[in-house]
T-cell receptor, first 113, second 113 residues
Framework: GENVEQHPSTLSVQEGDSAVIKCTYSDSASNYFPWYKQELGKRPQLIIDIRSNVGEKKDQRIAVTLNKTAKHFSLHITETQPEDSAVYFCAARNSGGYQKVTFGTGTKLQVIP | GAVVSQHPSRVICKSGTSVKIECRSLDFQATTMFWYRQFPKQSLMLMATSNEGSKATYEQGVEKDKFLINHASLTLSTLTVTSAHPEDSSFYIC?????????FGPGTRLTVL
C-alpha cells in the first residue's frame, strides 16, 4: 500500500518568515495530493491540493510543489502569521475506485509572534 | 457550511460497554464513507471504508468484529465500538466525497474509563 512520510515533525518560525513542509510517497499510482490543517480537537481542513498533471499550485500565501519523478511534494507558507499555527498533514490518494487517502505523520507548526 | 456531521461529538463510557457513532452526509448522498481514528499527537489512520448496502472494507489490523460498521442508507453510516476498552479511547472521524473533494465530519472524542 501507499506510504507517506512527512518532515519535519515540528517547526517553529518567526512571524513573517516562511515555512516549508516536505512529504514523500511510495505509490507511483497516486495522483492527488491534498494538504490539511488541523487545529486541536477539530476536523482536518483542506487548505490546498495538487494533482499529478501539475507541478506547482499557489493560493495567496500558500503554495504546493510536486515532483512526480522523485515522488515528493512540499507545502510552502509565506509571510507566516500566528493563526497559521496548527498541525499540517500531507496526504496521497490512491487512484483506485475507493479514493482511499493515506496521510503523512503531521507537522506541528508554531509561528512565534 | 458543514457537509458531514457526526454524533455524538464527545462520549465517555465504561469499559466493556458499546458505543455507537453516527456519520451523516448533509444534503447529498454518499455511497461510500470512510472511518478514521486519530490518537493524540498522531496522524489519521484509515480504519475502514463503509459501503452503502454492502459490507465494509476493513484495513489491515482493524478488527471487524470489534468495530461494526453499518451503512444502511445513502446518508448515514454508523460505527459501533463493541466492548470498548481504554485503549479504544481516541478521536474518530468520518469522511465522504462530493465529486472529487473529501469532507470530514467534526469528529467524535471517545473516552473509555
Amino acid at each position: 500500500g501507499e506510504n507517506v512520510e512527512q518532515h519535519p515533525s515540528t517547526l517553529s518560525v518567526q512571524e513573517g518568515d516562511s515555512a516549508v513542509i516536505k512529504c514523500t510517497y511510495s505509490d507511483s499510482a497516486s495522483n492527488y495530493f491534498p494538504w490539511y490543517k488541523q487545529e486541536l480537537g477539530k476536523r482536518p481542513q483542506l487548505i490546498i491540493d495538487i494533482r499529478s498533471n501539475v507541478g506547482e499550485k499557489k493560493d495567496q500565501r500558500i503554495a504546493v510543489t510536486l515532483n512526480k519523478t522523485a515522488k515528493h511534494f512540499s507545502l510552502h507558507i509565506t509571510e507566516t502569521q500566528p493563526e497559521d499555527s496548527a498541525v499540517y498533514f500531507c496526504a496521497a490518494r490512491n487512484s483506485g475506485g475507493y479514493q482511499k487517502v493515506t496521510f503523512g505523520t503531521g507537522t506541528k507548526l508554531q509561528v512565534i509572534p | 457550511g458543514a457537509v458531514v456531521s457526526q454524533h455524538p461529538s464527545r462520549v465517555i463510557c465504561k469499559s466493556g460497554t458499546s458505543v455507537k457513532i453516527e456519520c451523516r452526509s448533509l444534503d447529498f448522498q454518499a455511497t461510500t464513507m470512510f472511518w478514521y481514528r486519530q490518537f493524540p499527537k498522531q496522524s489519521l489512520m484509515l480504519m475502514a471504508t463503509s459501503n452503502e448496502g454492502s459490507k465494509a472494507t476493513y484495513e489491515q489490523g482493524v478488527e471487524k468484529d470489534k468495530f461494526l460498521i453499518n451503512h444502511a442508507s445513502l446518508t448515514l453510516s454508523t460505527l459501533t465500538v463493541t466492548s470498548a476498552h481504554p485503549e479504544d479511547s481516541s478521536f474518530y472521524i468520518c469522511s465522504a466525497y462530493i465529486t472529487d473533494t473529501q469532507y470530514f465530519g467534526p469528529g467524535t472524542r471517545l473516552t473509555v474509563l
